[in-house]
Nanobody
Framework: QVQLVESGGGLAQPGGSLRLSCVGS????????KTWARQVPGKGLEWVSG????????YYTGAAKGRFTISRDNAKNTVYLEMNSLKPEDTGLYYC??????????????WGQGTLVTVSS
C-alpha cells in the first residue's frame, strides 16, 4: 500500500535551518506531484509548498516563499523541504502528501504521519 514517511524534524533556533525528507513507497513515486503542509498549533492545516512530478512546477505559500525550497529525487523516492531562516511561527507538524496526478493542481489522496518542527530559542 501507499506509504509516506517524513523525517528531519526537530528543534531549531530562530534563524536556523532544517531539512525535511519524505520517502514514498507502494506506488510509482515519480508519477505524482507532492505537497508539504503543516499543522500549526491553534490553527488548521496549511499548505506550505508543492512540486510537480517533473519538477517543472513548484508552489510556495507566502510564508514559505524565499525561505523554503522544495525538491525531489525520484530515483530515491524522496521529496525534500529545505527550511531556512526559521521563525517561531514555523513551529508545527509537517506532513507530506501525494497528489492524484502529476500536477499540484490535483487533489491529494495519501498523507504521511508527520514530523514535528519546533522553532524556539
Amino acid at each position: 500500500q501507499v506509504q509516506l514517511v517524513e523525517s528531519g524534524g526537530g528543534l531549531a533556533q530562530p534563524g536556523g535551518s532544517l531539512r525535511l525528507s519524505c520517502v514514498g513507497s507502494g506506488f510509482t513515486f515519480g508519477n505524482y506531484a507532492k505537497t508539504w503542509a503543516r499543522q500549526v498549533p491553534g490553527k488548521g492545516l496549511e499548505w506550505v509548498s508543492g512540486i510537480s512530478s517533473d519538477v517543472r512546477v513548484t508552489y510556495y505559500t507566502g510564508a514559505a516563499k524565499g525561505r523554503f525550497t522544495i525538491s525531489r529525487d525520484n530515483a530515491k523516492n524522496t521529496v525534500y523541504l529545505e527550511m531556512n531562516s526559521l521563525k517561531p511561527e514555523d513551529t508545527g507538524l509537517y506532513y507530506c502528501a501525494k497528489h492524484l496526478t502529476n500536477s499540484i493542481a490535483s487533489g491529494m489522496d495519501s498523507w504521511g504521519q508527520g514530523t514535528l518542527v519546533t522553532v524556539s530559542s
